[in-house]
């Protein structure tokens, strides 16, 4: 027997197991710990399944929208709030794995697996996402940006749980979308690139682009935002994105297709949020 | 530690306990001795391993066994139950030639019965996408989209 498995019934439960418990992993849809542990990667003693767990799983779309860290990706997709109001976000759980895998996988997972490649980390970037984390009985809040440090690496301290993504609703008037390149459809990404556009008659509000798979984690790519101007056809954006990547070459392609890709994804992004938003057109 | 599990297999409440560091895959081959589902990777991407769990098709390879309790399973034993008659999925991939050497075929077969219980009148398109995670070495994906295709016009029609 490699591992014992428990699965406690409430978030004080599973933090008291977490505490007490050596070399305890936390679990929800498995798909990537499960890999990983087939493979020899990890060897936990115990893991501690957070399915059971009916708060981690519901999705409020009254005000802010507050995603449960243990909402599937096919439910997160399936919410029509999400598909309405985030259609970036959707867009990238679309292309995320294949339905099997969306299935058992959740947003929350994706995020604390923490791949510089996981999909909805960039539109949840560019939508301003924060993050809930329960250590023990407190609350803290972080922003997305700084909970993602590093390759398979989060701002979470041993036995906290990740229990919400809180996005703001975006102000009306904002298009967005995503869009990746992979290999074949069920790989992940060797660029993606999520951005959101606010537009008045044609000059911009605001502009927000993120990118991954490019960087040791997803990451937002100010300097694109700074001189991204709608009457440049994006050009001057993407020559910026470039600038501000850091691509390594590894078995899906090299460094330098990465960046070559990350700039043509940038202005195809910034132009479909564009449209998206309803104040531009692409044929201008 | 073996954790005792209560779920649904097939229509049959099934009471077993299972080791904790086992998968569904291996609860359903090794423990009940149902080896229609396949084991191809292990890893989550061939789709050979594919069963429906509470009307969801998912990886049996990647789903923890002490999570199945309290859940309904089909698997593809579950489907032809009716005196050995095979059910309208199965017989439209005999018909259109959807299967070759077989391996993939019960995990294609599911994921084929949860996607038509959604989308009843798909396009091709939209059965290719719902085939992502199911490889196939032999069709060249043609047939087994037609076998879909056949299945959900004999469900409109049953003379088709
Ligand atoms: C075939 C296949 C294809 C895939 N394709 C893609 C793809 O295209 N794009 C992509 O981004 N990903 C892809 N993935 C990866 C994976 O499916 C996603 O990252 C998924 O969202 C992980 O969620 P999960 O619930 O299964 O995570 P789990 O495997 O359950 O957990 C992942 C990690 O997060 C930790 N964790 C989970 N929940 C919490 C929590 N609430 N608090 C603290 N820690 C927690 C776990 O301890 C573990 O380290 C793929 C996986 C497979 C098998
Ligand atoms: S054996 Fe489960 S997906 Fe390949
Ligand atoms: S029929 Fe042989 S793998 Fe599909």
New binding site residues.
């Given amino acids: 027997m490699r591992y014992s498995y428990h699965r406690p019934a409430s978030l004080d439960e599973a933090s008291d197991m977490a505490a007490a418990l050596p070399n305890a992993?936390?679990?929800?849809?498995?798909?990537?710990?499960?890999?990983?542990i087939g493979q020899g990667r990890?060897r936990p003693g115990h893991l501690i399944s957070?399915r059971r767990i009916g708060e981690?799983t519901t999705i409020d779309a009254n005000r802010e929208i507050r995603i449960g860290?243990?909402a599937?990706?096919s439910d997160t997709l399936a919410h029509p709030d999400i598909r309405r109001r985030l259609p970036a976000l959707a867009q990238?759980l679309a292309?995320?794995?294949?339905r099997?895998?969306?299935n058992?996988?959740?947003?929350?997972?994706?995020?604390?697996?923490?791949?510089p490649?996981?999909?909805?980390?960039p539109p949840l970037l560019v939508y301003d996402a924060r993050v809930e984390?329960r250590n023990g009985r407190a609350i803290r809040c972080l922003p997305l940006a700084e909970f993602l440090l590093g390759p398979?690496k989060?701002a979470?301290q041993a036995g906290?749980?990740?229990?919400a993504i809180v996005v703001p609703d975006p102000p009306e008037g904002t298009g967005s979308a995503f869009i990746r390149r992979?290999r074949v459809t069920?790989?992940?990404?060797i660029a993606s690139v999520a951005a959101s556009v606010r537009l008045n008659g044609g000059a911009s509000i605001a502009i927000r682009v993120a990118a991954?798979a490019v960087a040791p984690t997803p990451r937002r790519l100010t300097a694109a935002e700074a001189v991204a101007t709608p009457t440049d056809d994006w050009s001057r954006a993407a020559i910026a994105a470039r600038e501000q990547i850091e691509p390594i070459t590894d078995l899906r392609a090299s460094a330098e297709y990465r960046r070559h890709l990350t700039g043509i994804l940038v202005r195809r992004a910034l132009t479909m949020a564009a449209a998206a938003s309803g104040q531009w057109s692409i044929d201008r | 530690m073996r954790i005792p599990v209560r779920f649904e297999l097939n229509g049959h409440a099934v009471e077993v306990e299972v080791a904790p560091d086992r998968t569904l895959l291996d609860l359903l081959r090794d423990t009940m001795g149902e080896t229609g589902t396949k084991e191809g990777c292990r890893?989550?991407?061939c789709g050979a391993c594919t069963v429906v769990v509470d009307g969801r098709a998912v990886?049996s390879c990647?789903f923890p066994a002490p999570e199945i309790d309290g859940t309904r399973v089909l698997t593809i034993e579950g489907l032809s139950c009716d005196h050995g008659r095979l059910s309208r999925v199965q017989q439209a991939f005999l018909d259109a030639s959807g299967t070759q050497c077989g391996f993939c075929t019960p995990g294609m077969v599911m994921t084929a019965v949860a996607f038509l219980a959604e989308n009843p009148a798909p396009m091709d398109t939209e059965i290719r996408e719902a085939l992502t995670?199911n490889l196939c070495r032999c069709t060249g994906y043609v047939q087994i989209v037609e076998a879909i295709q056949l299945a959900a016009r004999r469900s409109r029609d049953p003379q088709a």
């Fill in positions: 992993r936390f679990i929800q849809g498995g798909t990537d710990l499960m890999v990983r990890e957070l981690l860290a243990g599937t990706l990238s292309a995320l794995g294949s099997q895998v969306r058992m996988g959740t947003i929350g997972g994706n995020l604390c697996n923490a791949s490649a996981a999909d909805t980390a984390i398979g989060t979470l906290e749980i990740l229990v992979g069920m790989d992940l990404a991954g | 890893e989550g991407e990886n990647l995670g």
